[in-house]
């Protein structure tokens, strides 16, 4: 297929409460997205949103990348869509948000001019479902109890903590959120917040309790493989990487160290549909499983995470509540949450009508 033109526009959404972690707080989405037109006439977008703390950037450096040699890249050329990946793959180092748009981008574009939805041409069924979380965000245990408490009434079955800042009060967050939401099942976050000692007694603690905690994740700093493997080999609870693996380089050397039981695959880490399908080859490899994630990002992005997720068997867990946080939810359709469970609205391509240059905000929407 050939890219006849790529195109990129600017965004921003305002969230309904502030998102925070231990890394960053964030109140509103600035996103980019990338269009690619190919020469047959399918159009499709990827996108990608600022994540300075975690990628490096920015809306502006993103939107810079695919005007420049991320566009030059691909425009133009003749070439198979994996192919037209690797260009963009080599295109410039690191970028990984920015790659992902332009590539998630090519295979809605690609899926389109076939009239099929894109998890199928992944090897996946349109049909699947998988059960979703709600993250609740780094606050006061008070504010985190009514949190879980509002998020189990609409239908969440799984709940995503996030602690890390401090460990006595992680404590209490985790205390208050159990109370609030005793029916819940915890994937517990601590972004890089632990020292491996800390997060060995913290665990330990946890399932000395009783508590109903699913996994942790990334407990530790993303550079200490050795204290990560520490860890995941003292505690009963399974640990899963996230910061620590960006490419399926990353993912074996996890998995040849026994560093963690769990991988979390996120796009805007792994630069695009190809980049994360590798690394959930090499789990597979591995026997272990696998997480697709999303950060803060819009619909575009968490959209083609769920095609993902439901193409590969080694991913079998996603995190993808990202647009419920948001005041706005274009574009329309992609998929629907159905209390737990996330299925696909179908359609070719990613199943998402196109997003506009400078589109209104749109209150409401399914989440």
Same mark, same amino acid.
Request: with cysteine.
């Given at each position: 297929?050939?890219?006849?033109?790529?195109? &990129?526009?600017?965004?921003?959404?305002?969230?309904?409460?502030?998102?925070?972690?231990?890394?960053?707080? $964030?109140?509103?989405?600035?996103?980019?997205?990338?269009?690619?037109?190919?020469?047959?006439?399918?159009?499709?977008?990827?996108?990608?949103?600022?994540? =300075?703390?975690?990628?490096?950037?920015?809306?502006?450096?993103?939107?810079?990348?695919?005007?420049?040699?991320?566009? +030059?890249?691909?425009?133009?050329? $003749?070439?198979?869509?994996?192919?037209?990946?690797?260009?963009?793959?080599?295109?410039?180092?690191?970028?990984?948000?920015?790659? +992902?748009? @332009?590539?998630?981008?090519?295979?809605?574009?690609? +899926?389109?001019?076939?009239?099929? !939805?894109?998890?199928?041409?992944?090897?996946?069924?349109?049909?699947?479902?998988?059960?979703?979380?709600?993250?609740?965000?780094?606050?006061?245990?008070?504010?985190?109890?009514?949190?879980?408490?509002?998020? =189990?009434?609409?239908?969440?079955?799984?709940?995503?903590?996030?602690?890390?800042?401090?460990?006595?009060?992680?404590?209490?967050?985790?205390?208050?959120?159990?109370?609030?939401? !005793?029916?819940?099942?915890?994937?517990?976050?601590?972004?890089?917040?632990?020292?491996?000692?800390?997060?060995?007694?913290?665990?330990?603690?946890?399932?000395?309790?009783? @508590?109903?905690?699913? /996994?942790?994740?990334?407990?530790?700093?993303?550079?200490?493989?050795?204290?990560? +493997?520490?860890?995941?080999?003292?505690?009963?609870?399974?640990?899963?990487?996230?910061?620590?693996?960006?490419?399926?380089?990353?993912?074996?050397?996890?998995?040849?160290?026994?560093? &963690?039981?769990?991988?979390?695959?996120? /796009?805007?880490?792994?630069?695009?549909?190809?980049?994360?399908?590798?690394?959930?080859?090499?789990?597979?490899?591995?026997?272990?499983? &696998?997480?697709?994630?999303?950060?803060?990002?819009?619909?575009?992005? =968490?959209?083609?995470?769920?095609?993902?997720?439901?193409?590969?068997?080694?991913?079998?867990?996603?995190? @993808?509540?990202?647009?419920?946080?948001?005041?706005?939810? @274009?574009?329309?359709?992609?998929?629907?949450?159905?209390?737990?469970?996330?299925?696909?609205?179908?359609?070719?391509?990613?199943?998402?009508?196109?997003?506009?240059?400078?589109?209104?905000?749109?209150?409401?929407?399914?989440?």
């Amino acid at each position: 297929m050939t890219v006849a033109a790529v195109h &990129c526009h600017r965004h921003r959404a305002p969230l309904l409460r502030p998102f925070v972690t231990a890394a960053r707080r $964030t109140e509103a989405v600035e996103y980019v997205v990338a269009e690619v037109e190919l020469t047959g006439g399918a159009v499709g977008q990827g996108s990608a949103a600022e994540t =300075v703390a975690v990628t490096g950037e920015s809306a502006q450096s993103i939107a810079a990348a695919l005007a420049g040699p991320l566009r +030059a890249a691909v425009e133009g050329a $003749t070439d198979t869509v994996a192919g037209h990946s690797a260009r963009i793959a080599a295109a410039l180092e690191g970028a990984t948000s920015a790659k +992902a748009a @332009l590539e998630v981008a090519l295979h809605d574009a690609w +899926a389109r001019a076939a009239g099929r !939805p894109l998890v199928e041409l992944l090897g996946g069924d349109v049909h699947g479902r998988l059960r979703n979380d709600m993250t609740i965000s780094l606050e006061d245990p008070a504010v985190m109890a009514a949190r879980s408490r509002e998020a =189990v009434t609409g239908g969440a079955e799984i709940l995503k903590i996030k602690l890390g800042r401090d460990v006595a009060l992680d404590r209490e967050r985790l205390s208050a959120v159990v109370e609030a939401a !005793p029916q819940a099942r915890l994937r517990l976050d601590a972004n890089q917040g632990w020292l491996p000692a800390q997060a060995i007694e913290i665990i330990t603690g946890f399932t000395q309790a009783g @508590l109903p905690v699913d /996994l942790v994740e990334q407990p530790v700093a993303a550079e200490d493989l050795d204290g990560l +493997a520490r860890v995941t080999a003292a505690v009963d609870v399974p640990i899963m990487a996230d910061e620590s693996v960006w490419s399926a380089e990353d993912a074996r050397r996890l998995t040849d160290a026994a560093a &963690c039981d769990l991988l979390n695959i996120k /796009l805007a880490k792994t630069g695009g549909l190809r980049g994360a399908l590798a690394i959930a080859d090499v789990a597979a490899e591995a026997g272990i499983e &696998c997480m697709l994630g999303a950060m803060m990002e819009p619909r575009i992005s =968490v959209t083609a995470a769920a095609h993902l997720a439901l193409a590969h068997p080694a991913i079998t867990m996603i995190d @993808l509540d990202p647009p419920a946080w948001f005041a706005t939810s @274009l574009p329309r359709g992609g998929y629907i949450q159905e209390g737990a469970w996330l299925r696909l609205t179908g359609g070719p391509g990613l199943g998402l009508e196109p997003l506009p240059p400078g589109a209104p905000p749109a209150p409401g929407g399914e989440h």
